[in-house]
């Protein structure tokens, strides 16, 4: 009996801390990839629920081509939102839907050297001076991802997902030019068809790709 009463004893002080790794609780950590990098803080519920927040910023750039025009992109990562994580195997694995409030846009400029087309017109370099000009998605968009985040235990733990942030169909803003034509209705004109033409060229982009990993510490 006293046997037994000893075997009970130490399964359960053997069954206690595991439990207790398993429990719901806070991790903290960092986040990047094509979002950016940033802060990343998260809360699992339970073996199926968790919830999720992250902020990512990064400076990159990039050229843009359009209409024979080539554009010096300086494009500008800040967004920020929250998840909501569903474990359906009560594992790592898990789905994922939420929202993000969306800053990223990408500053153009560029300064013709040569005659060329602008919203379909021939313009000189003179006439023109420098066109510069915004890209930006919508203030606040929907996102879905799947990946793996890591089982409900205490310590270092790794996640990734990839997915889409569905931001719209970019949009120009304020295209303008510096040259002798800068005021001229006409010019306004081909500058207004030009943003368009830009427009047409990135609206493969509505739908941002995701694809981050992260590390962090699980309390």
Same mark, same amino acid.
């Given at each position: 009996?006293? &046997?037994?009463?000893?075997?009970?004893?130490?399964?359960?002080?053997?069954?206690?801390?595991?439990?207790?790794?398993?429990?719901?609780?806070?991790?903290? +950590?960092? *986040?990047?990839?094509?979002?950016?990098?940033?802060?990343?803080?998260?809360?699992?519920?339970?073996? *199926?629920?968790?919830?999720?927040?992250?902020?990512?910023?990064?400076?990159?750039?990039?050229?843009?081509?359009?209409? $024979?025009?080539?554009?010096?992109?300086?494009?500008?990562?800040?967004?920020?939102?929250?998840? &909501?994580?569903?474990?359906?195997?009560?594992?790592?694995?898990?789905?994922?839907?939420?929202?993000?409030?969306?800053?990223?846009?990408?500053?153009?400029?560029?300064?013709?050297?040569?005659?060329?087309?602008? +919203?379909?017109?021939?313009?000189?370099?003179?006439?023109?001076g420098v066109l510069s000009g915004k890209v930006e998605?919508?203030? &606040?968009?929907?996102?879905?991802?799947?990946g793996w985040g890591g089982r409900m235990t205490r310590? #270092?733990?790794?996640?990734?997902?990839?997915?889409?942030?569905?931001?719209?169909?970019?949009?120009?803003?304020?295209?303008?030019?510096?040259?002798?034509?800068?005021?001229?209705?006409?010019?306004? #004109?081909?500058?207004?068809?030009?943003?368009?033409?830009?427009?047409?060229?990135? $609206?493969?982009?509505?739908?941002?790709?995701? &694809?981050?990993?992260?590390?962090?510490?699980?309390?």
């Amino acid at each position: 009996m006293k &046997l037994k009463l000893l075997f009970a004893a130490v399964a359960a002080a053997a069954a206690t801390p595991a439990f207790a790794q398993s429990s719901p609780g806070v991790s903290v +950590g960092v *986040t990047g990839g094509t979002l950016g990098i940033g802060p990343e803080a998260a809360y699992r519920f339970s073996n *199926t629920l968790g919830v999720r927040g992250n902020a990512t910023f990064l400076g990159v750039g990039r050229s843009v081509e359009s209409d $024979d025009i080539d554009y010096d992109g300086d494009l500008k990562l800040a967004s920020g939102g929250l998840m &909501l994580d569903l474990h359906p195997f009560g594992g790592g694995f898990r789905l994922s839907a939420g929202a993000r409030i969306n800053n990223n846009r990408v500053s153009l400029k560029a300064t013709p050297s040569s005659d060329v087309e602008v +919203g379909g017109e021939t313009y000189t370099p003179a006439e023109i001076g420098v066109l510069s000009g915004k890209v930006e998605g919508n203030s &606040l968009a929907p996102t879905l991802t799947i990946g793996w985040g890591g089982r409900m235990t205490r310590g #270092v733990h790794f996640g990734i997902e990839a997915g889409g942030m569905f931001q719209g169909s970019p949009r120009v803003r304020n295209l303008t030019a510096t040259g002798m034509l800068a005021s001229d209705p006409e010019f306004q #004109v081909s500058l207004r068809e030009e943003a368009r033409e830009i427009e047409n060229d990135i $609206d493969q982009f509505k739908i941002y790709p995701i &694809l981050q990993i992260a590390v962090g510490y699980r309390f």
